[in-house]
């Protein structure tokens, strides 16, 4: 009995001794953080779905005249300035050669190997696909043509494509003359697929060149 006795007193005085070096917990304040005591904070956490979605439009840039060049140029060539496909056409946004000397480049290895040469040949080829196309673009922006809506950009992405002469014959025919690359894409598809961007920066240009530095 007298074991027993001994045995629970130390144990209680194990645990008190044990206890005693503890502090009492106080809640503390964090500066710029408060809630209310009766206030509920929800939290929202993303489904299972979302978090196995990828996103690859980063860094996301609207309807811009930067977004239609990045737009373009994924749909080109992914955006690597040095490829050269199968027909021969080069860069970030796929020239071919009688192009490139319309706007005043004829080395083409030093255009493959030049990003800013390649941008102000993209900016340059708009400039004057917007003046050969400034008639079309008066005339239809917004009307519906074979189902798609026209608009500047969708213009000018699909004079990119197939040339201001294609776009012509495509609108006059009210769409039934399309041309298609060597790949199959079509202007239908450009003219849908790159409408409604901001190209208002871009001036109508008919002697557009690049000018080398």
């Known amino acids: 009995m007298t074991k027993k006795w001994t045995y629970f007193t130390g144990l209680t005085l194990l645990i008190t ?3 005693s070096g503890f502090k009492a917990f106080e ?4 500066e710029g953080f408060h809630v209310e005591d009766d206030e509920v904070i929800n939290y929202l956490v993303p489904t299972k779905e979302e978090t196995e979605k990828v996103y690859y439009d980063l860094p996301f840039t609207g309807k811009s005249y930067v977004g239609f060049k990045q737009a373009i140029a994924v749909k080109e060539s992914l955006g690597m300035y040095r490829l050269v496909n199968t027909f021969g056409y080069m860069g970030k946004y796929q020239f071919g050669k009688s192009t490139l000397r319309t706007i005043g ?3 083409t290895s030093d255009f493959l190997r030049n990003p800013r040469l390649q ?3 993209f900016k340059a080829l708009l400039a004057r696909n917007k003046w050969e196309l400034r008639k079309e673009i008066n005339r239809y922006d917004g009307r519906i043509v074979n189902g798609v809506r026209i608009t500047e950009s969708g213009l000018l992405a699909a004079a990119h494509l197939g040339g201001a002469a294609s776009v012509k014959s495509f609108l ?7 041309f298609t690359d060597g790949f199959g894409t079509s202007l239908r598809s450009y003219i849908k697929r790159f409408g409604g961007y901001d190209t208002s920066n871009i001036l109508a240009n008919p002697k557009a060149k690049v000018k080398l530095d």
């Open 172 to 178: 006059r025919s009210n769409g039934r003359n399309g």
């Open 119 to 121: 941008e102000k040949a």
């Open 105 to 107: 480049i004829y080395d």
């Open 27 to 30: 809640p503390e304040k964090l």
């Open 17 to 19: 001794l044990i206890s």
